[in-house]
């Protein structure tokens, strides 16, 4: 039963490091997408498993045999340490392309001068900046 737990812990801490060797390298990966459904869908089995565990043998750390939880704390540290590499990476993309988003953004308002003014009942001016459309092409 325990081996079950630390096999998806394997098969979860190899998919992150993927995902993350993937991202680093900055080449174009159209199975990106799967590497985080499975990651996602390994989780909920992650999840699921410990709990039945939990709940059908509350004790189960303390009856595993000394090579079996040395397994689990290897698999634990492994999946500790690609968590936090891939959760890094992803933090960096998503950053990257918020700031890129937003100068892009301000590009296209800088060059459509989409501005208008609207004059008040007392004379004063108020400046607003309508929305700009923006259509990214993307490629799969």
């Known amino acids: 039963m325990a081996s079950e737990i630390i096999d998806i812990m394997v098969s979860l801490t190899l998919i992150m490091q993927e995902e993350t060797q993937r991202l680093t390298t900055h080449e174009r990966a159209g199975d990106l997408a799967e590497l985080a459904n499975a990651k996602v869908r ?5 999840e699921t498993e410990l709990a039945r565990l939990n709940r059908e043998e509350s004790g ?5 045999d000394e090579e079996g939880r040395e397994a689990l704390g ?4 492994a999946l500790g340490e690609a968590s ?4 890094d990476i992803l933090e960096r993309n998503i950053t990257l392309s918020i700031e890129m988003m937003e100068a892009v953004t301000n590009e296209a308002k800088r060059i459509s001068g989409n501005r208008a003014e609207i004059y008040g009942a007392k004379g004063n001016v108020s400046r607003i900046e309508l929305a700009t459309p923006i259509s990214v092409n993307s490629e799969i």
Do not use: E, R
């Open 42 to 46: 390994l989780v909920g089995v992650l």
């Open 60 to 64: 189960w750390v303390d009856a595993m």
């Open 74 to 77: 290897k698999a634990l540290v």
């Open 84 to 87: 936090t590499a891939n959760a």
